[in-house]
């Protein structure tokens, strides 16, 4: 069993930046930020794996956001600069243990493990 446990959420005004962690009880292959709003569906936001150094990102994110590990404390990170109000929303820190290394995976049902969620919210 994989637990996850996410930090550094909060309410920022736009411009600034805020930086999420997520603690994984165990390093398994694929990583991932998803992010939700209330009546909306999850959506990704940001992977990588703890093998490999290629990272992937949302359009919507992309220049803006940086997700990075730390392989010694099982623990990745989401760098968020240039918020804007229409990133509000829970972030969730996502675990897929096995797939092939040329996949990017993005969609909710492809992760098996989750966090409990952090709130950012970004005010103009």
């Known amino acids: 069993q994989v637990q996850l446990v996410e930090s550094g959420g909060g309410s920022v005004q736009a411009g600034e930046s805020l930086r999420l962690s997520c603690a994984v009880s165990i390093r398994t292959g694929f990583m991932a930020w998803f992010r939700q709003v209330p009546g909306k569906e999850r959506e990704f936001v940001a992977g990588?794996?703890?093998?490999?150094?290629?990272?992937y990102y949302a359009d919507s994110v992309k220049g803006r956001f940086t997700i990075s590990r730390d392989n010694a404390k099982n623990t990745i990170f989401l760098q968020m600069n240039s918020l804007k109000p229409e990133d509000t929303a829970v972030y969730y820190c996502a675990a897929r243990p096995w797939g092939s290394s040329a996949s990017r995976y993005s969609r909710p049902s492809e992760f098996n493990y989750w966090g409990q969620g952090t709130q950012v919210t970004v005010s103009s």
């Open positions: 990588i794996m703890w093998s490999a150094s290629s990272t």
